[in-house]
T-cell receptor, first 111, second 113 residues
Framework: GQQLNQSPQSMFIQEGEDVSMNCTSSSIFNTWLWYKQDPGEGPVLLIALYKAGELTSNGRLTAQFGITRKDSFLNISASIPSDVGIYFCAGRPIGNEKLTFGTGTRLTIIP | GAVVSQHPSWVICKSGTSVKIECRSLDFQATTMFWYRQFPKQSLMLMATSNEGSKATYEQGVEKDKFLINHASLTLSTLTVTSAHPEDSSFYIC?????????FGPGTRLTVT
């Protein structure tokens, strides 16, 4: 099925650094979601976005719904060890309840 | 709130047998539940969408007779992998949607020997 282009594919950062990742689509979405998945677990919802241009924060995480409705960004500030994992974006098209998932960004913190 | 559970968390079965996986929304009613499959280092792949009291809608390429889905109530959906083969070994994750968003269960690791 269709997948969103998510970048970067992987990130290696030091603790305390800020992180940015994004998702782009060729089609318009009316909902953007960001999930985090730890090894052997299901994805956990981090942030949900419903309006073009919307900027929403959840603690150290901030996500934005792109103005074109074809992209979204997730920023993590001052990363900590528990931020390690795989981050997935997901978009929901207009009139469709199914989510389309991004390819994932694997975040690793270098000691 | 919005907790989804799955049982079992892992299962090993012999080739040719059937395995049932349960998905429950613990603190909300879910009119729609979804079943996903995930291979190592890959994204989630939607298998089917189920609505309470009606037949599931399967994605292209997913065999409905092999992956039986029953959405018996607003809080329970089951996935039965029939006549399992080693290639069915995977991580199966269910998801339930409340009024606002979609929440995922912890997943079930199926290994077919």
């Amino acid at each position: 099925g269709q997948q969103l282009n998510q970048s970067p594919q992987s990130m290696f950062i030091q603790e305390g650094e800020d992180v940015s990742m994004n998702c782009t689509s060729s089609s318009i979405f009316n909902t953007w979601l960001w999930y985090k998945q730890d090894p052997g677990e299901g994805p956990v919802l981090l942030i949900a976005l419903y309006k073009a241009g919307e900027l929403t924060s959840n603690g150290r995480l901030t996500a934005q719904f792109g103005i074109t409705r074809k992209d979204s960004f997730l920023n993590i500030s001052a990363s900590i060890p528990s931020d390690v994992g795989i981050y997935f974006c997901a978009g929901r098209p207009i009139g469709n309840e199914k989510l389309t998932f991004g390819t994932g960004t694997r975040l690793t913190i270098i000691p | 709130g919005a907790v989804v559970s799955q049982h079992p968390s892992w299962v090993i079965c012999k080739s040719g047998t059937s395995v049932k996986i349960e998905c429950r929304s613990l603190d909300f009613q879910a009119t729609t539940m979804f079943w996903y499959r995930q291979f190592p280092k890959q994204s989630l792949m939607l298998m089917a969408t189920s609505n309470e009291g009606s037949k599931a809608t399967y994605e292209q390429g997913v065999e409905k007779d092999k992956f039986l889905i029953n959405h018996a109530s607003l809080t329970l959906s089951t996935l039965t992998v029939t006549s399992a083969h080693p290639e069915d070994s995977s991580f199966y994750i269910c998801s339930a949607r409340d009024l606002h968003e979609q929440y995922f269960g912890p997943g079930t690791r199926l290994t077919v020997t």
